[in-house]
């Protein structure tokens, strides 16, 4: 790691500050006074409270399970063993099951709304709370017929309708463990993932609508039937063409779901594997994440109501697909009394404001989105819906990606000083955020406001030390309940220690660029194995991309540093032809607010930026690309969403090598 790094500037005016009433009327209020009445324990700020949820580990997650009123069948001998990471184990001896922690649905009566579904494909359809807990069981029974228990895999090739949601909750109450690819998925990718955990059962459309564009799956459908040896059941939700769907030997979700059943709950060990979550697969093959019952169940309850601050009475919808953790962590907004919006389809059909206007017609409390969309937003004015949405909506939050100052300032203009906002980042590794927002803190343009209670984040300098106000290594220092129980067939742990704690013994090294301000607060660079270094000065590719998708004329870009020549490249999507003005408005921009280092020596015009399904950009294969890897040894092209775009990188290659 290059010792050099760049003092983060003084941040300027928060945007937002908290509320008057906010030790009076918030979730993370009523657990501070918890905490005084129950443990004695008196916290004057938010950064108090933080630093003792990471000093005494064991004390703060054993009030989780105490304050949230989490079933638990039989208690933990110790809440936390000793030992260095990965080394530890938590809550031993203890029993619970996620599944039966969510569906108390506390502070929803039977007969209110606990899931919103909203399809491109299908009509509108929402459940109950009474009508979710009995799909549930029958989908229990329908499982047990098909004889799934303790063990077992159930995996879902689903969108993100009700019946995944039902899938999940039904295999975790038996103790098998669930795992989910998004139907945007070809087979290849779908195999990548389902292959290693062997499934049992597994759940299929027949295909969907992306806006206007019907997608048949029926032959990828086969090809992961085929390429499944150990697969013994087969399940066909009709969702595309529901009156002639056919997958040959496969029964109908109707026949799953045919037969009434009771809804009971396998008491499993905290750290009984719960999902299956996968890395992005993009430079190799994905890594498949275990995540256990106990730890997810504290962490999600702990974020998304001491963070996000959700409850009973209200709408909670992120957009997402059932390939991203997002997903997981939107189903368990049910566990802290929030009714759940499950969207399928295009976020921007049939016009930009498609999302927005979703959100007012669903009623929508808190809209979780991402950086890409709201940067698309100050870019294309959505006006009209954004006023259709404000009346019901008192939260926001955007993850996925470092979100631009611009970003926050258009959602501070766009819905005023009473919105809560939150930028979070964490990842699908720990399936939640280690650095997020607090509606006991104001919030800055760019920065995450704080880290989340329970994570001990820091930024490690090159000698391995804590620092503050410069840029460092993101670490955790101390375990969470949520670190994964392990990777799927790593049986001597060796793949997953070499993931996070063979650079720094001990220590999880989460592979981003942060800086951790003096009072708390964040701000991400960028991946480090992205990081741009020019004359021993290290920037994240974040803060470039902050200066450049600032100026009017950029939609998006992105930037690759080649060591080799020493050469800076830009990419841009611009709205309008580059001309001599565009790049010297660009190059001036970087020189002002970077350094002149960082000046780049091409900038390139492209039609679009290569990025994941889940919208992240790649900066790592297009470097590869430009140094003559072909495209398909670069990244896996079935985790794209736009794999054409990189044959404008391809040609620029080509060009670049023959100009040489």
């Known amino acids: 790691m290059n010792s050099t790094t760049r003092s983060h500037e003084p941040p300027e005016a928060a945007l937002w500050g908290p509320a008057t009433d906010t030790r009076a009327h918030t979730r993370i209020a009523d657990y501070l006074e918890w905490l005084g009445a129950h443990r004695n324990l008196h916290f004057a700020d938010y950064q108090q409270l933080w630093q003792w949820s990471v000093q005494d580990t ?25 030992g260095a990471m990965p080394d530890v184990r938590w809550f031993e001896g ?110 299929v459309v027949d295909g969907y609508r992306y806006g206007s564009k019907a997608v048949d799956r029926t032959g990828d459908v086969a090809a992961i039937r085929a390429g499944l040896p150990g697969l013994e059941h087969v399940v066909l939700l009709p969702y595309l063409d529901p009156g002639t769907a056919s997958v040959p030997e496969a029964m109908s979700w109707a026949e799953l779901v045919g037969e009434p059943g009771d ?105 979780g989105t991402s950086a890409p969309f709201l940067m698309h937003c100050v870019d294309n004015e959505p006006a009209h819906a954004v006023a259709a949405a404000l009346p019901r909506l008192h939260g ?65 300098d090159s000698d391995g030390q804590p620092v503050d106000d410069v840029q460092g290594e993101l670490v955790l220092t101390r375990p969470m309940p949520s670190m994964p129980v392990g990777f799927w067939g790593d049986s001597d ?27 708390g607060a964040a701000v991400i660079a960028g991946r480090s194995d992205a990081t741009l ?22 939609r998006d870009s992105l930037v690759v540093h080649l060591a080799d020549t020493d050469e800076l490249i830009v990419f841009v999507v611009l709205d309008r032809v580059l001309d001599l003005d565009a790049d010297d408005r660009i190059k001036s921009a970087l020189r002002t607010a970077l350094s002149p280092r960082h000046v780049p020596d091409i900038i390139h015009e492209v039609p679009a930026i290569p990025r994941t399904l889940s919208g992240k950009k790649i900066e790592v294969p297009v470097k590869k690309i430009l140094t003559g890897v072909a495209p398909a040894a670069a990244v896996k092209l079935d985790t794209l969403a736009n794999p054409e775009s990189l044959e404008s990188f391809v040609r620029f290659a080509v060009a670049r090598a023959y100009s040489r």
């Open 263 to 367: 809804l009971a709950f396998e008491p499993v060990p905290f750290d009984h594997p719960l999902y299956v979550l996968y890395s992005s697969g993009t430079t190799g093959a994905p890594k498949a994440i275990v995540h256990g019952h106990g730890g997810i169940l504290l962490e999600h309850v702990k974020a998304l109501a001491l963070h996000h601050d959700l409850g009973t009475g209200d709408r909670f919808f992120w957009y997402t697909t059932t390939g991203w953790m997002m997903w997981n962590y939107l189903v368990s907004g049910l566990a802290v009394g929030a009714s759940v919006v499950l969207f399928d389809g295009n976020p921007a059909w049939p016009c930009a404001d498609a999302l927005w206007e979703l959100a007012a017609d669903t009623e929508t409390t808190y809209l």
């Open 396 to 460: 926001m939050g955007s993850t996925g990606a470092p979100l631009p100052p611009e970003g926050f300032r258009w959602v501070r203009q766009r819905f005023g000083p009473n919105l809560y906002f939150s930028s979070i980042a964490g990842g699908t590794d720990v399936c939640s955020a280690f650095l997020g927002g607090s509606p006991m803190l104001p919030v800055h343009a760019g920065q995450l406001a704080c880290r989340c209670l329970g994570a001990a984040v820091e930024s490690y």
């Open 493 to 519: 742990g060796s793949r997953y220690r070499a993931a996070y704690f063979e650079d720094i013994p001990g220590v999880w090294r989460h592979g981003d660029w942060v800086t951790i301000t003096s009072d």
């Open 533 to 554: 270094n020019r004359g021993g000065v290290r920037l994240g590719t974040a803060e470039f991309y902050a200066v450049i998708e600032a100026l009017p004329e950029v």
């Open 58 to 82: 064991a004390g703060f997650w054993s009030s989780i399970p105490e304050y949230f009123e989490i079933p638990v069948h039989t208690p933990p001998v110790q809440i936390l063993s000793a």
């Open 94 to 203: 203890a029993t619970l099951n996620y599944a039966e922690a969510v569906l108390r649905l506390p502070g929803l009566r039977d007969t209110d709304i606990a899931v919103v579904g909203r399809s491109q494909t299908r009509a509108a359809g929402d459940y109950t709370a009474a009508h979710l807990r009995d799909q549930v069981a029958r989908a229990r029974q329908g499982l047990r017929r098909l004889g799934v228990g303790r063990g077992d895999r159930v995996a879902a090739y689903l969108p993100n309708v009700a019946e995944a949601l039902v899938l999940l909750l039904a295999a975790a109450s038996l103790g098998a463990a669930f795992s989910s690819c998004p139907t945007e998925f070809g087979a290849e990718a779908a195999l990548d993932r389902l292959r290693q955990i062997e499934p049992k059962v597994l759940a």
